[in-house]
């Protein structure tokens, strides 16, 4: 049996932490114990001799750390640029231990490494990497250290990009991270390609991408130069900074992706223009720093495959710096929202649908998973000659920030998926009758309410503190 998880992005807590404000984004280990609990009661009675854990990408949040602002590295080279002993390496070491020292992940990781104990059979645990954790793979010491996190034989050896579950020989699942179907996030667009292979070649996974740089000096960057500018005291001293402060650590989060500006300018308590006034100088730190730096330009053109009178108006922007002058609304919403369309949850399908094992007239493969997107959902690829093919994608185990339909206001919700895959020999306690091969799919959202204070309470509280 197969068990497919995606996108934990196991992140070290510490960096975007205030005094007296704690923000961790990682899930607490109890969610991941009550999840193997619910898959334990619903196997129980079945013949199930071991198990195949599958962590399909974006597992450790490589590329989205303080660390790669503190000095001139950055995590947007290429993996064979990064040798044994050199200062990159050292530096992605570092950020995986800092990941590792955070308590809820510690935790959870210990959680992995007894499955077979919890389920009393053999667990194998395959690791995937993302493009968050791309970087996973970049060297013999790296991967080492990933092995002993997820409890691997520490041999140093090649992560696979993919994960092909085969019966009697024959290839029957085929497991991606999913950012191959992202020409954001993937060094080279497949929607070029007629047919996408099983396997595709290591070096497109090892090049960075324009996602890279986008999370590194924007994303992760921007809480930092928002602290830069106003400092950690007068940000938790003010309501207004503190608030502002909170939603831009949360910009993962936000789905879709094309709803961070709305996020921004709902923030509780604050007008667009107030918003406005407070972010506006950050944002243009953000963009000089993006200008005086001589690498970004030609990285932005060349990892997002900028050509033609495109690559000069980005050339003429950086130089001239027309910000100066002025930022206007429209260039942080052209910065923040890398999506220009509305979002769509199956967006991705007609690059999934090159995929060349739905077009081979003898493929075996009866199911495609990956995740990525954070949407889990089961959709129907194709049925011939009565035999049904299916997209999977396994969603993400985070906190998940979801917009109303005008994307006006936000609310939380806590997401898990459950993707697990049986085969032949298999019995699914969800049928009686024999099947040839089956899936059990369960997507969950949890909401937890804050507590409801009385006003009236608190300014109480508030006088019989003074009045001690």
């Avoid at 929607?191 to 890279?212: F, H, Q, T, V």
């Avoid at 831009?248 to 709305?262: C, G, M, Q, Y």
């Avoid at 006034?277 to 200008?291: N, T």
Wanted: net charge negative; glycine share 4%.
């Amino acid at each position: 049996m197969l068990i497919v998880l995606s996108d934990l992005h196991f992140a070290d807590s510490s960096s975007n932490s205030l005094v007296g404000h704690e923000y961790n984004h990682n899930l607490p280990p109890e969610v991941y114990t009550s999840f193997f609990n619910e898959i334990h009661e619903f196997i129980r009675d079945s013949e199930i001799k071991e198990i195949d854990l599958i962590l399909a990408g974006d597992i450790f949040e490589i590329t989205r750390d303080a660390r790669w602002h503190k000095d001139h590295l950055r995590p947007y080279l290429h993996n064979h640029e990064i040798i044994e002993g050199s200062e990159a390496e050292a530096r992605i070491l570092e950020i995986i231990d800092a990941i590792n020292r955070d308590e809820r992940v510690n935790a959870t990781l210990e959680v992995f490494r007894r499955l077979g104990e919890f389920f009393e059979k053999p667990v194998n645990i395959h690791f995937i990497p993302g493009n968050h954790d791309r970087l996973a793979n970049a060297s013999v010491s790296i991967r080492k250290r990933i092995q002993e996190l997820l409890g691997l034989e520490a041999n140093g050896a090649l992560f696979d990009n993919e994960y092909i579950r085969s019966n009697n020989g024959n290839p029957r699942v085929l497991i991606r991270h999913g950012h191959e179907y992202d020409r954001q996030n993937f060094s080279i667009d497949l929607r070029s390609w007629s047919k996408i292979p099983l396997k595709i070649d290591k070096d497109y996974y090892d090049k960075p991408s324009l996602g890279d740089i986008v999370t590194t000096e924007i994303a992760a960057k921007l809480p930092l130069i928002f602290r830069d500018f106003y400092t950690d005291a007068a940000i938790v001293s003010r309501d207004e900074l503190l608030v502002i402060y909170q939603r831009l650590i949360d910009f993962d989060n936000v789905r879709p992706s094309n709803a961070l500006v709305n996020f921004l300018f709902t923030t509780p308590g604050l007008n667009k223009r107030e918003v406005w006034r407070i972010i506006e100088p950050v944002m243009v730190r953000l963009l000089d720093d993006l200008a005086f730096n001589p690498k970004i330009g030609p990285s932005l053109i060349d990892f997002g495959q900028i050509k033609g009178a495109s690559a000069m108006t980005l050339k003429s922007v950086l130089s001239t710096r027309l910000w100066r002058f002025g930022l206007p609304l429209w260039v942080m919403k052209a910065l923040l929202n890398p999506i220009s369309k509305k979002s769509k949850i199956s967006s991705n399908l007609d690059i999934i649908s090159r995929e060349q094992c739905l077009h081979d007239d003898v493929s075996t493969i009866r199911c495609i998973v990956s995740g990525h997107t954070h949407n889990a959902l089961v959709e129907l690829l194709k049925i011939e000659n009565g035999v049904e093919t299916y997209y999977i994608n396994s969603g993400t185990f985070r906190n998940v920030i979801t917009s109303t339909p005008n994307m006006g206001d936000f609310g939380r919700l806590r997401s898990k998926a459950r993707v697990l895959i049986f085969s032949p020999r298999e019995r699914n306690p969800e049928y009686v009758r024999e099947t040839g091969w089956s899936f059990d799919f369960n997507s969950r959202y949890g909401f937890g309410a804050p507590k409801e204070t009385n006003r009236n309470e608190e300014i109480a509280l508030d006088n019989a503190v003074d009045e001690q």
